[in-house]
């Protein structure tokens, strides 16, 4: 029997890879097809699993030539449908997992797009040096998958998000070519400085085979304090407070109210409360440096004498400053076993971010009689995950039932404040249609016609960021 285009660049895409470089059994393909959340589940012909630069590339190329979809997918552990399939192949990039160079003198270090974010930091770690990027799923995503979102995370206050950590990229591109832009330079000013079109491009304009990412000295000294406070007013000024008296050892500077913790305490082991009562709002603060800790102490000691702060613990070993993040790190996943919930990850300028708290919480428990704000995240970058969480009585869903409801009266307040309904999670498909809303004609015309103009056939992640026929 003759095969057609599209059989035929399967088969080759099998005989090129081998026996562990793809898989089609429909049971072991199932952890690929699947969002985490359970709001998506794909469907392709294969997962092809490549492990070097050279054959991804053939796999796009084998692909480019019979105008088979393209879905590059890392550890799978988005929130917007990025990396589920519609049709065609998965490129999964878990076997490009190769740290291929540590340079400690240019602080930089070389790796493929399938190295989980934890083993990075560890091999910064055992060379003296910091990888910063630090994010509840580190031990899981993958760096390629950091990079197509620019994953932000907890340190983007000091460090930046991915966009500012990367020196150099290696892609295969949509016709199947790789392009070479592993530059370890701080300074490259010789043209266009390509791979910012593929840094939060959200596998649509290439798939990410390598980077050389920025490495930083590590921090002779961190100190982490947990703060309770009475409003948003008082944690901004908090923030004033601490940027103004620690500078740039401010690391990380993490809102979380007071549902969101109680939820924590509830359903995550070795959550505990280090005060004596339940408050309305906690701050997570953060410091590295020298000698952070007078600084730390300082600006807790006048904020508690004037009123801002209700009470504060510094934690006095590694093993305190632990707890206290796993604190922070544990409310994604205790909102899970609460129940169903609708996520918001926004942000706004942090000078109005009360304002945003202010307006939106009225506004989403009017809308909607015992829905649950659970709000946290990064009030100092300006960000924050503004999630909803059924009442307590509700169907998981009838509850989701409102979902583009309320996703469109908090989208519309925060782009009223200038704002992004998309600060670090993406758009993928979960967010295409508030993109088509918000952008405006110009911006999508200029994304579009970068998206023809390297993809013309739209094989690249189609159906995700930017919809065009």
């Known amino acids: 029997m003759t095969m057609n285009a599209s059989e035929q660049a399967l088969d080759a895409i099998r005989r090129r890879l081998g026996p562990k470089g793809w898989i089609s059994d429909r049971h072991d393909m199932a952890p690929y097809l699947e969002e985490q959340r359970g709001l998506y589940h794909g469907d392709c012909a294969l997962v092809a699993r490549p492990s070097t630069a050279a054959e991804t590339a053939e796999v796009v190329r084998l692909c480019a030539g019979a105008k088979i979809p393209v879905t590059p997918q890392g550890g799978n552990t988005?929130?917007?449908?990025?990396?589920?399939?519609?049709?065609?192949?998965?490129l999964s990039t878990d076997r490009l997992n190769r740290i291929r160079n540590l340079d400690i003198v240019n602080h930089a270090i070389t790796v493929e797009a399938g190295c989980i974010l934890a083993d990075i930091q560890a091999a910064a770690a055992a060379a003296g040096a910091l990888f910063p990027l630090s994010l509840a799923a580190e031990g899981s995503c993958r760096i390629g998958g950091n990079i197509s979102t620019n994953a932000g995370g907890v340190a983007v206050l000091r460090y930046g998000s991915m966009r500012e950590l990367v020196l150099g990229l290696e892609v295969a591109l949509p016709d199947g070519r790789l392009w070479n832009g592993l530059r370890a330079l701080r300074k490259d000013n010789a043209g266009y400085d390509l791979k910012h079109l593929f840094i939060g491009a959200e596998g649509t304009l290439g798939v990410i085979t390598a980077a050389v990412l920025k490495l930083f000295p590590r921090p002779k000294a961190r100190e982490t304090a947990l703060a309770a406070l009475p409003t948003y007013e008082a944690a901004l000024e908090l923030f004033v407070r601490m940027r103004d008296q620690a500078g740039d050892s401010l690391t990380a500077f993490e809102v979380m109210c007071k549902t969101s913790v109680q939820l924590a305490f509830r359903h995550m082991p070795g959550c505990v409360d280090p005060f004596a009562e339940r408050h309305p709002l906690y701050v997570l603060v953060e410091l590295c440096g020298a000698a952070p800790r007078p600084a730390l102490e300082e600006a807790l000691a006048e904020a508690i004498k004037d009123g801002v702060v209700v009470d504060a613990v510094i934690a006095s070993s590694e093993s305190q400053s632990a707890d206290l993040w796993r604190i922070r790190e544990s409310i994604a996943e205790a909102q899970k076993r609460e129940g169903a919930s609708i996520k918001h990850d926004i942000s706004a300028p942090i000078s109005r971010l009360p304002e945003f708290f202010r307006r939106a919480v009225p506004m989403v428990e009017g809308e909607l009689e015992g829905v649950r704000v659970v709000a946290f995240g990064h009030l100092g970058d300006g960000n924050i995950h503004f999630n909803l969480s059924r009442p307590e009585a509700a169907d998981d869903r009838e509850f989701l039932s409102h979902r583009k409801r309320l996703n469109r009266?908090?989208?519309?307040?925060?782009?009223?404040?200038?704002?992004?309904?998309?600060?670090?999670?993406?758009?993928?498909?979960?967010?295409?249609?508030?993109?088509?809303?918000?952008?405006?004609?110009?911006?999508?015309?200029?994304?579009?016609?970068?998206?023809?103009?390297?993809?013309?056939?739209?094989?690249?992640?189609?159906?995700?960021?930017?919809?065009f026929d």
């Open 409 to 467: 009266l908090v989208y519309d307040l925060v782009m009223e404040m200038n704002g992004s309904f998309s600060a670090e999670h993406g758009v993928g498909m979960l967010k295409t249609d508030d993109l088509e809303r918000f952008k405006s004609e110009t911006e999508l015309d200029l994304m579009r016609t970068l998206k023809k103009a390297l993809d013309p056939d739209n094989i690249m992640n189609p159906g995700k960021v930017i919809l």
């Open 78 to 90: 988005g929130l917007v449908g990025g990396g589920v399939p519609r049709g065609g192949i998965i």
